[in-house]
T-cell receptor, first 112, second 113 residues
Framework: GESVGLHLPTLSVQEGDNSIINCAYS??????FIWYKQESGKGPQFIID?????DKRQGQRVTVLLNKTVKHLSLQIAATQPGDSAVYFC???????????FGKGTHLIIQP | EPEVTQTPSHQVTQMGQEVILRCVPISNHLYFYWYRQILGQKVEFLVSFYNNEISEKSEIFDDQFSVERPDGSNFTLKIRSTKLEDSAMYFC???????????FGQGTRLTVV
């Protein structure tokens, strides 16, 4: 069935390096995408969002890229810090729906 | 910064018992949601609520589940007869509008024994 999924379950990067977390989606009717960060024992925390009429959006140290042609979403984190260690989920809202459909999550590990 | 609050943080219940999970959404938000996350798995949508009625529900949200907004601030999820497989983290979320960022609470860990 159609779903949002992630390419890598775990990503390990050196502190200070840039991180790129990838996400594939299969529903071309999805028009809104969000990246969430989840630390252990906590709820998902909003990072950044993007709508389907855009291909790039920047926040503080984060950039989301959307490639609708290949149905691919990525989250770039610049100069990763120890506090960036968490599980990152992409989520989509399929056209006309209310609820978010989450991907499986990528665990980002920051090496000192 | 306004936040979504959930109580209790952890609930242990016996199989077959009823539980009520409570949430206080952000005060100026109009859309409310419940999600669940089974340990080690992804977050799954259960239900959305707007204008005092269910707006959308997933196939997980069967007849044993119900939601209510009993007053102007609380939003509850009731599970009528809990099963072992209901054990999960339950997250409440709220948003100002549909298709905008949803803010999540810290979750209630439900353990059914």
């Amino acid at each position: 069935g159609e779903s949002v999924g992630l390419h890598l379950p775990t990503l390990s990067v050196q502190e200070g390096d840039n991180s790129i977390i990838n996400c594939a989606y299969s529903n071309s009717a999805s028009d809104y995408f969000i990246w969430y960060k989840q630390e252990s024992g906590k709820g998902p925390q909003f990072i950044i969002d993007i709508r389907s009429n855009m291909d790039k959006r920047q926040g503080q140290r984060v950039t989301v890229l959307l490639n609708k042609t290949v149905k691919h979403l990525s989250l770039q984190i610049a100069a990763t810090q120890p506090g960036d260690s968490a599980v990152y989920f992409c989520a989509e809202i399929r056209g006309g729906a209310d609820g978010l459909t989450f991907g499986k999550g990528t665990h980002l590990i920051i090496q000192p | 910064e306004p936040e979504v609050t959930q109580t209790p943080s952890h609930q242990v219940t016996q199989m077959g018992q009823e539980v009520i999970l409570r949430c206080v959404p952000i005060s100026n938000h109009l859309y409310f949601y419940w999600y669940r996350q089974i340990l080690g798995q992804k977050v799954e949508f259960l239900v959305s609520f707007y204008n005092n009625e269910i707006s959308e529900k997933s196939e997980i949200f069967d007849d044993q589940f119900s939601v209510e907004r009993p007053d102007g601030s609380n939003f509850t999820l009731k599970i009528r007869s809990t099963k072992l497989e209901d054990s999960a983290m339950y997250f409440c979320a709220s948003s100002q509008e549909v298709n905008t960022e949803a803010f999540f609470g810290q979750g209630t860990r439900l353990t059914v024994v």
